[in-house]
């Protein structure tokens, strides 16, 4: 079932490894060090946002917006093809002495399905750039990870890290000033 | 967040005018510029006194819209208790505090009103029914009072939050910041509605026949679009010479690319739902006023407003990366500057030239007079304080701010 559970390799015995870090400002001058350590596979997790926490973390601009233009823009050609469709072509009636191709009334429709588009594109976008719904995640299965809805501050780092090392990846993070460390199991 | 913590933050140099600098000289260009282009107005007027009606409107209303949306913008900020923008609303009051200047700039428009407008015509409205009915609105001295009340309540507003914004600078009593916000909601329904009654007068009853419910709003968009465009373009200019350096930075220059953005959309959705109930009534006495402006050379210019005032904004200024750039800012402000000038010099003067579109020497030399009048004064305004209101009490969230 990937759409409810996340696509993980098989044959690791661990997800990876999971800090806790006592507060936001220390979750953010962790992140810069994971990422200049190189990692690429590791998340931050936290109750609230945290300001520039994507810059401490180098991660790049979504795509989102792209599928935003496209879906927007595609919803505004469909709404005035359909249109010009109906009335220049399917059904060609004369309303109200205007022109069989009367584009200023197709502009409301056009507009309206663009809006649409767009509002879809950013929101099924958002979901699936995020591979959600997820109904279960091997994190759910450490009981500190449970604070992260309330006062916990956490870095996973994935097993499937070209860079992770059960050892050196648990020394990296205690060395940040994670208050705990766990590995966790890939379940 | 202590009350003094942002003149720590912002050393004098970066936020104040050097005497001797092309910036303290601004004023004096600006008052020669005008001079001079009001004399060759004059000159060139006497030989075509109707040309110079219409053209001193065009340009009058042209830098009053400036003015006008500067008041917009610093009341939504006061309204809205908006941080982000403190750092630029010095410029913006600096703008709107030359409204009283344009109470004089009025007069030619008063002296020439009998070639500006029909109704004026006492004999021509009592041969006409329609104009007999708006007789009690349209007449000569209501007229009058009402120009008085609009910039009586202009430089009201304008006038009292800039210098309370100054008095803030010397004093940092949070009391002022309070209380300019509890009058922001009801000076901006002042403001609406004195600029809707304006943009009747002043521009719609050119063609006294004509009429459009939506005109205000349509002026209004365009009003805040070119404003936002000014400051922009003064924002980049002034960095440029070294000025606001650290002040302002790509998370400001971010909004206001997308108040560009958004005012742009929405004078086209305003500009269109006019255009398309028009269209779709087509009732004679609405629709002439878009069958002038679709016949001879004026088609062009309707096409071209059309595309340079929405369709090329509105992907110019859509990428992120042209938000956060002040070079491509201050090219598309420029550009959304010249645009609303096209607006405005479309809606007034096929009311002159209904055979298509007629470019004369007086355009430029008026547009430069009340340019000189205009710019002249918001620099000399612009000598008198420091660049940001240095102690208002969200400064520091100005300062810091970042786009989430």
């Not at chain 1, 809006?115 to 958002?126: C, E, N, Q, S, T």
């Not at chain 2, 004399?39 to 007027?45: E, R, T, W």
């Not at chain 2, 479309?346 to 007629?358: E, I």
Request: with cysteine; glycine share 8%; charged share 15%.
């Amino acid at each position: 079932m990937p759409l409810l559970r996340p696509s993980l390799p098989e044959g690791s015995p661990y997800f990876g490894a999971l800090a806790e870090f006592a507060t936001p400002a220390d979750l953010y001058r962790a992140c810069t060090r994971v990422r200049d350590a190189g990692y690429t596979r590791w998340d931050a997790h936290s109750p609230f946002p945290v300001h520039g926490l994507d810059g401490a973390m180098g991660l790049r601009r979504s795509k989102l917006p792209w599928i935003i233009l496209v879906m927007g823009l595609g919803g505004a050609a469909t709404g005035f093809l359909l249109q010009t469709w109906v009335h220049s072509f399917a059904y060609p009636l004369t309303i109200s002495g205007k022109p069989h191709f009367a584009w200023p009334a197709y502009v409301p429709i056009t507009f309206e399905l663009g809006v649409l588009g767009g509002a879809f594109g950013a929101v099924f976008g958002m979901l699936g750039l995020n591979k959600l719904p997820m109904h279960h995640h091997p994190l759910f299965e450490d009981e500190r990870f449970a604070r992260v809805t309330d006062d916990g501050f956490f870095i996973s780092v994935e097993s499937w890290d070209p860079r992770f090392d059960a050892e050196a990846t648990v020394r990296l993070l205690k060395g940040l000033g994670a208050v705990r460390v766990d590995l966790v199991e890939n379940t | 967040m202590s009350a003094g913590k942002g003149t720590e933050l912002l050393p004098s140099e970066r936020i104040s005018i050097r005497a001797g600098s092309a910036w303290a000289r601004l004023p004096w260009i600006g008052a020669g510029v005008g001079a001079a282009a009001l004399a060759a107005s004059l000159l060139l007027g006497t030989s075509d006194p109707k040309q110079f009606a219409f053209s001193w409107l065009v340009a009058f209303l042209f830098f009053l819209s400036l003015a006008l949306g500067a008041i917009y913008f610093v009341l939504i900020l006061y309204a809205m208790q908006g941080g982000w923008g403190i750092v630029v609303r010095r410029l913006a009051e600096n703008m709107m505090a030359t409204v009283p200047l344009f109470a004089i700039l009025f007069i030619p428009v008063l002296l020439t009103m009998r070639s500006l407008y029909p109704w004026l015509d006492v004999a021509a409205v009592a041969k006409d029914h329609v104009l007999l009915g708006k007789e009690p609105y349209l007449n000569r001295s209501f007229f009058l009072v009402r120009a008085g009340i609009y910039f009586l309540c202009w430089s009201l507003v304008a006038l009292a939050y800039a210098r309370a914004s100054r008095r803030q600078d010397a004093t940092g009593d949070l009391a002022i910041s309070a209380r300019l916000r509890r009058f922001a909601g009801p000076s901006i329904v002042a403001l609406g509605i004195t600029q809707t009654f304006a943009s009747i007068d002043w521009i719609m009853s050119l063609d006294p026949h004509w009429y459009s419910t939506i005109f205000g709003v349509y002026w209004f968009a365009g009003s805040l679009v070119s404003f936002f465009a000014l400051l922009t373009l003064a924002v980049v200019v002034l960095q440029r010479t070294g000025l606001l350096r650290n002040v302002v930075g790509p998370e400001h220059y971010h909004d206001l690319g997308k108040l560009l953005f958004a005012f742009t959309v929405f004078w086209a959705y305003i500009g269109f739902s006019q255009y398309f109930l028009i269209w779709y009534g087509n009732i004679p006495e609405e629709t002439i006023f878009f069958r002038e402006r679709l016949t001879g050379s004026w088609q062009g210019a309707s096409f071209l407003l059309a595309a340079g005032h929405f369709v090329i904004p509105f992907f110019f200024f859509m990428p992120r990366t042209i938000k956060r750039r002040p070079a491509a800012l201050a090219v598309g402000s420029v550009w959304l500057l010249l645009m609303n000038f096209l607006d405005l010099y479309w809606l007034v003067m096929p009311s002159l030239h209904p055979g298509g579109v007629h470019v004369t020497l007086l355009d430029l030399t008026t547009l430069a007079a009340v340019g000189g009048a205009f710019v002249g004064s918001a620099a000399w305004l612009m000598r008198r304080a420091p660049l940001v209101p240095v102690r208002d009490p969200r400064l520091s969230e100005s300062l810091s701010f970042e786009n989430a």
